[in-house]
Every structure is written in C-alpha cells, then in structure tokens.
C-alpha cells in the first residue's frame, strides 16, 4: 500500500495494461472503453511500484444525482490495501459536488470478495440484473406500425419509459423506488440519439417505446401499463432485433431486472443469460428523486 500512488490517467502509459487485466471481463472492459472514449478526465490508476495495476473511472460525477462509480484491482494485486486507497479516492472526488447524492457500481454474481469489500465501504445491493445475448435468424415480425423517434414523441414516451419502470421495481420489489420528472435537457438528448429510438402505434396512438445502445444492445423497451399482455411488447422487441441485424449486427444483446417478468419473453425469443450483476449503491446525501409518480402522470 504504501509503494502505491493514485494518479491521472495518461493513455499511452496505462491504456495497455488496463485492456490486459480486463481481458476476461467483458462488462468492465466494454465500461473502461466507453469511459475512456468519453470521459477521459475522470478515470485514475492505481501505480504501484511504477507499474499500473487498477483504475477508477467515474461518470456523471459532474452533473447528475448518481455517479457511475467503477473500481477494478489486476488479480494479483488484490488484498493489498489498493482497492480501499482507489475507493477513498472515489470518495474524495465525488464529495466535491454537491449534486451528487450516491454512487452506483457493479459486481459479477458470485464474486464474494468483492461484494464483502463494496459491503464494508458502504455499499448495498440495489437490484442485480441478467446479461442476455443473441445470435442467429431474424425474428418474424408483426403488422404492426413502427417509426423513428419525434421530437413531439418527448412526453409520451417519458411518461411511458418512467411509468412502467417505476412500476416494474415496484413489484421486483427494488428500493428505493423513484421517479424522473421530464426535463429539457433529457428532450435534447433523446432529439440528438433519435436515430436510436423508436415507436411502435397502434391507432395512431404510441404503446410501446425502446431503442438501441452501443450499436446491438435494446435499451428501455417498456409498453403503456394499461397496454400490456396484448403481444406489444413482442412485437416490439423483435422489430429491434431485426432492425439491429439489418444494421449489420450478428449478435444483439441487452439487460433485464432479476424477477421481471420480461425476461420470459426473452427467453422465448431465444437470448440466453451470459451472466448475472448486482447493482450497488452508497449513499452521500437523501435521494432527492420523486418517490413515486405525480398523481396526473398514473
């Protein structure tokens, strides 16, 4: 502990060593990269005896309510003290803003050193979520009528994407439960993304909103609550799938909540788990977030 140094990271010196120590750990080496590529300013490394061993990367630790908080130790340099001096690193930097209110991480089920450590600096399971994959065939589609997100789409799918997700953890039973009020900022974002997003009507009327992530990933597919059990939600996702595929993707990929019950739907559609993540969260200041949806928005 004592030969290691906390630095900035400096990609022509740390880059490498980091990619190799990651090598047999897709979730955080696919994180690193995005991290690397978009907020360089924010990953540190842990130098012992001038070699690099570990990082830190935080995102939205500039801005948002919950920090993106990743740690990550080469094997062989663990139980050495490196990931608590990475941790009050963490602590240290994220302390500064006053808009962060908790940090958010991850940890591979069945990694049970590494969940003691997280449980002995404050962290706590939130929720833990299945890795999912698919190759092969196209999907056979429906009738139903698809299109590219609008901008004029904003605040029905807010209200549907906020909705039915406050409902989905409110029966897997995730605390705290929570709420986004809709924002301009998040408007911009979905208006400069809306390639990525789509919709599905029926009558003319919106059901269902999803999009895609990284290039093969389905990110926040959710259908009207009022909607559901109809088939929406199928349709939907294998409209994703084959539009992922004619984007020249042979493998597409996503994540489901542990005990949400779309992940029988997937299953049936032929993804199979890779592997399962606990999601975990310290807290630094009270959850400003709504507890629950305004009356006018149920």
């Known amino acids: 502990m004592e030969n290691t140094e906390i630095e900035a990271y400096i990609p022509e010196r740390d880059k490498a060593a980091i990619r190799i120590m990651l090598c047999e750990n897709e979730y955080f080496d696919e994180t690193f990269q995005i991290n690397e590529a978009n907020v360089r300013d924010g990953i540190f490394v842990a130098r012992y005896n001038g ?39 963490a602590d240290k930097l994220l302390s500064q803003y006053d808009a962060v209110e908790r940090s958010e991480g991850a940890c591979i089920d069945g990694d049970r050193s590494s969940l003691q450590f997280l449980y002995k600096n404050g962290y706590y399971i939130n929720h833990s979520m299945y890795f999912m994959e698919r190759e092969g065939e196209p999907l056979t589609e429906s009738n139903f009528s698809f ?14 994407s906020q909705i039915a997700f406050y409902k989905m953890r409110e029966n897997v039973g995730i605390l705290p439960s929570y709420y986004y009020s809709s924002s301009e900022s998040e408007r911009k974002s979905f208006l400069e993304n809306k390639n990525n997003k789509f919709v599905m009507l029926v009558d003319g009327e919106i059901v269902a909103i999803g999009g895609i992530t990284a290039g093969n990933e389905l990110h926040l597919i959710a259908v009207r609550t009022d909607l559901q059990s109809r088939g929406y939600g199928r349709a939907f996702v294998s409209f994703l799938v084959n539009e992922i595929m004619r984007r020249g993707e042979k493998v597409v990929k996503l994540w489901v909540v542990k005990g949400n019950p779309a992940k029988n739907l997937y299953d049936r559609l032929g993804f199979k788990e890779k592997s399962l993540y606990h999601f975990v969260n310290r807290y630094y200041k009270p959850d400003s977030r709504l507890s629950r949806p305004p009356k006018e928005d149920m």
Do not use: C, P
């Open 51 to 89: 070699l690099t061993v570990g990082f830190l990367s935080l995102t939205n630790y500039k801005r948002g309510r919950g920090a993106g908080t990743t740690i990550f130790v080469s094997e062989e340099y663990r139980r050495m003290g490196i990931g608590t001096k990475l941790i009050k690193e």
């Open 147 to 160: 299109r590219q997100y609008e901008d004029d789409d904003y605040l029905t799918w807010h209200s549907i």
